[in-house]
């Protein structure tokens, strides 16, 4: 993943991370951090892993957690050249307004939606995702069969997203 950063214009990548499951619950669980090098790299992964679940209810809100996610973005202390958001779940929207009404007002904002669907309870996600939740510039989705692959799905992901140079290039489910 660090040839990736060090890959882009900036060679580092700020990140932050939120727990989510209704349209106004969530969690700013790990605060922005600038990834550069091998120590940044290893403290967003221990911030990471240290975070234990703080939400446990609440159905699923992946509009809501688009939206949480954009103020985020507002409020970051960092200027960017590219904005993603990465949205990964086990199911679809069931609560909130539509999430292709949130992903289509972040990408009119210029932010990039990217998708993790872990596809082992509900098995069409990953088209789901692909219909209302990914969009903007360089879309990628890279679906997990099951939470055991979900960490090697997302190191993909990242390392796809990250060193993504072709801006224009169109929303592309990666198996």
């Keep these: ?43 967003l992964a221990a911030a990471i892993e240290s975070t234990t679940r703080k939400l446990f209810s609440g159905g699923t ?47 009119r904002d210029g932010i990039t939606i990217n998708g993790l669907p872990i596809v082992s309870i509900e098995p069409d996600l990953d088209i789901y995702y692909f219909e209302n939740v990914i969009g903007g510039p360089g879309a990628v989705m890279v679906p997990a069969d099951s939470y055991e692959s979900f960490a090697e799905a997302i190191l993909k992901k990242l390392i796809i ?3 993504a140079n072709d801006l224009e290039m169109l929303k592309t489910p990666l198996p």
């Design 1 to 43: 993943m660090l040839s990736a950063i060090r890959s882009g214009m900036a060679q580092a990548i700020a990140v932050t991370m939120i727990q989510w499951t209704g349209p106004r619950l969530q969690v700013h669980v790990v605060p922005w951090m600038v990834v550069k090098d091998e120590a940044s790299a290893e403290a």
């Design 161 to 163: 997203e990250i060193a």
């Design 61 to 107: 809100s992946i509009s809501g957690a688009i939206d949480y996610s954009r103020l985020l973005l507002i409020q970051s202390p960092f200027t960017a050249t590219r904005r993603t958001i990465d949205v990964s779940g086990d199911g679809a929207n069931n609560i909130g307004r539509p999430a292709a009404l949130a992903r289509d007002e972040a990408v």
